[in-house]
C-alpha cells in the first residue's frame, strides 16, 4: 500500500483533521509503542500500519 491510499484512507475514515492528529499524536502498541507518523519514518509498512489502526480503532471489516 502507497503512503498516499494509507493517508486517504485514514482521511476517509477519522475526517483529514482528525487523521492528521492521530498519526501524530496516537500511540500504537502494534507498532512498537511508535505512532503512525513515527512508525512510518521508521519504515514500516504502510499496510501493516493500518491493520493496526483498524484493530485499534475497531474499523468494521468492510472499511478496511
Same mark, same amino acid.
Given at each position: 500500500m502507497?503512503?498516499?491510499? +494509507?493517508?486517504?484512507?485514514?482521511?476517509?475514515? +477519522?475526517?483529514?483533521?482528525?487523521?492528521?492528529?492521530?498519526?501524530?499524536?496516537?500511540?500504537?502498541?502494534g507498532?512498537?509503542?511508535?505512532? %503512525?507518523?513515527?512508525?512510518?519514518?521508521?519504515g514500516?509498512?504502510?499496510?501493516?500500519?493500518?491493520?493496526?489502526v483498524?484493530?485499534?480503532f475497531q %474499523?468494521? %471489516?468492510?472499511?478496511?
Amino acid at each position: 500500500m502507497r503512503i498516499t491510499v +494509507f493517508r486517504r484512507l485514514m482521511a476517509e475514515e +477519522f475526517g483529514e483533521t482528525r487523521a492528521e492528529t492521530l498519526a501524530k499524536d496516537h500511540v500504537l502498541s502494534g507498532l512498537d509503542g511508535r505512532t %503512525v507518523d513515527e512508525a512510518l519514518a521508521a519504515g514500516v509498512p504502510a499496510k501493516r500500519i493500518w491493520e493496526q489502526v483498524c484493530a485499534e480503532f475497531q %474499523v468494521p %471489516v468492510e472499511r478496511r
